[in-house]
């Protein structure tokens, strides 16, 4: 997507995962979810397939205002279909996976445009407009078409997905190998916790209460890595530190070259959270710490992802004990994210301790 419609789609998301928006409804809804999710846990969980479950029920959720049920479910199964495709060789003819992705990829888009249409159909008929995503497509001035729509929800659909289900593992995976850090991190949800009632409800005050876990966030982000990179496309020539690039050329400019580059970050492959706690690394220059990117494509979703993991791990310390239930190992291709989707043995903490 590029251009104006770029323009446009991408104002549109940062009006719907903003602080604001977050503060006065999403913040509810993710608590909700996390709790909902984390409240069927018992004994062995695999924490990838977990997270991705909540991550895919916030987002259908904040696109199009459905509860947790059958219908999402079904939509979630055949959605990994369509993100297996998208590892897979497009070649129909010999890859059975990109074969049932493209399947996949099409009854999505028959699923939504189904919702798509409904909706045009209830505001049609006066009925309350809904405060959320497809709400604001379908009530942008210079309106967009249902393909468009569905396009966009497909898209949106795959962009927080595999991103933060990943780091909200990761997160755990780092904490549970740095003790120290995890016990601090516990200390500070804890005393959050100290001052609510029985069943709670986590407020966007609490989230701005959580120091701590934001130099995790910030940790976490800098050593996963999980979006690597991203391609851009030199307008005119350009010349950096001696190098010629011509107009037309394509560069990967890699996020991960310099978020492990020694001269940023001291020990930059050890997981240390405190590092964000110290003035230089926050206060330095801004493009040696683009986990979201930057510039007019910089990631709409940022702030969203920082507060559902903030929440999830809220949720994990003060209502769970951990221990890894096998040695798992961190992989990056063609994705990072652990071999063996994190598994863990969960233990339900009593509130009175
Ligand atoms: C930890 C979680 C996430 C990470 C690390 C991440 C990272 C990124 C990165 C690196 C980009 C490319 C930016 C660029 O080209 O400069 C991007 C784009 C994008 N992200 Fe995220 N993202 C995350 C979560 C989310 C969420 C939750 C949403 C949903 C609202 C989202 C929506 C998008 C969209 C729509 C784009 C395309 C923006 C454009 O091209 O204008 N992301 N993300």
Known sequence: MKGS??????????????????????????????????DSWSSRVLLMEEAKKITFELTVKQLMSFDPGEWSESLRKEYLLVIEGFFSLPLPLFSTTYRKAIQARRKVAEALTVVVMKRREEEEEGAERKKDMLAA????????????????LVALLVAGYETTSTIMTLAVKFLTETPLALAQLKEEHEKIRAMKSDSYSLEWSDYKSMPFTQCVVNETLRVANIIGGVFRRAMTD???????????????????????????????????????????????????????????????????????????????VTGFSWVPAEQDK?????????????????????FAT
């Open 330 to 350: 961190l992989v990056f291709f063609p994705t990072t994210r652990t071999q063996k989707r994190y598994p863990i043995f969960v233990k339900r903490r009593d």
């Open 5 to 38: 419609l770029h323009k446009r789609m991408h104002s549109l998301t940062m009006s719907f995962a903003n602080s604001s928006i977050i503060k006065d409804h999403l913040m509810l809804d993710i608590d909700r979810l996390v709790r909902f999710n984390l």
């Open 238 to 316: 350009v010349e950096i530190k001696g190098y010629k690039i011509p107009k037309g050329w394509k560069v990967f400019s890699s996020f991960r070259a310099v978020h492990l580059d020694p001269n940023h970050f001291k020990d930059a492959r050890t997981f240390n959270p405190w590092r964000w706690q110290s003035n230089s690394v926050t206060t330095g220059p801004s493009n040696v710490f683009t986990p979201f990117g930057g510039g007019p494509r910089l990631c709409p979703g940022y702030e969203l992802a920082r507060v559902a993991l903030s929440v999830f791990l809220h949720r994990l």
């Open 137 to 152: 497509l379908l009530a942008a001035d210079d309106g967009f078409s249902d393909e468009e729509i569905v396009d966009f």
